[in-house]
Nanobody, 128 residues
Framework: QVRLLESGGDSVQAGGSLRLSCDFSGDTYSSKCMVWFRQAPGKEREGVAAIWTGSTDSGTTYYADSVKGRFTISRDRNENTVYLQMDSLKSEDSAMYYC??????????????????WGQGTQVTVSS
C-alpha cells in the first residue's frame, strides 16, 4: 500500500504559476511510476504528467500534450516527494489534481487510472 498526500493547490490568475507537492510513503517497491492526474467537474480524470522512479532510466518523464512546455514533473529522492511545477496557467487547467502511484509508465501505461494508488487531491483554480 502506497500512501500519498498532495499539497500546494491554490487560486491563481491566468499566466501565473503553482507548484504542487506529493509526499509518498509505504510500499513503493512495486509502484515506481509516479503520476499527476487532474479532474475537472463533469470531465474524466486525465493524466497530466508522470515520472519513472525505477533504477533503470530513472527520471524519465511523460506529459500530456496539453501541458507540454508549461508543466514540469520532478522528484526529490531524499524526501520521497514528487513535484509538479505549473507555469503559464490557463483557465482550462482548473481542476482537482491527484497524485497517483502505479507499476509502469512506458507505453502509455502512465495515463491509465486502473491499478493505481491515489491521494485525496488538491484543488487548483485559475481565473482569467
Amino acid at each position: 500500500q502506497v500512501r500519498l498526500l498532495e499539497s500546494g493547490g491554490d487560486s491563481v490568475q491566468a499566466g501565473g504559476s503553482l507548484r504542487l507537492s506529493c509526499d509518498f510513503s509505504g510500499d513503493t517497491y512495486s509502484s515506481k511510476c509516479m503520476v499527476w492526474f487532474r479532474q475537472a467537474p463533469g470531465k474524466e480524470r486525465e493524466g497530466v504528467a508522470a515520472i519513472w522512479t525505477g533504477s533503470t532510466d530513472s527520471g524519465t518523464t511523460y506529459y500530456a500534450d496539453s501541458v507540454k512546455g508549461r508543466f514540469t514533473i520532478s522528484r526529490d529522492r531524499n524526501e520521497n516527494t514528487v513535484y509538479l511545477q505549473m507555469d503559464s496557467l490557463k483557465s482550462e487547467d482548473s481542476a482537482m489534481y491527484y497524485c497517483a502511484a502505479g507499476a509502469l509508465c512506458y507505453g502509455g501505461r502512465w495515463s491509465g487510472t486502473a491499478g493505481k494508488s491515489w491521494g485525496q487531491g488538491t484543488q487548483v483554480t485559475v481565473s482569467s
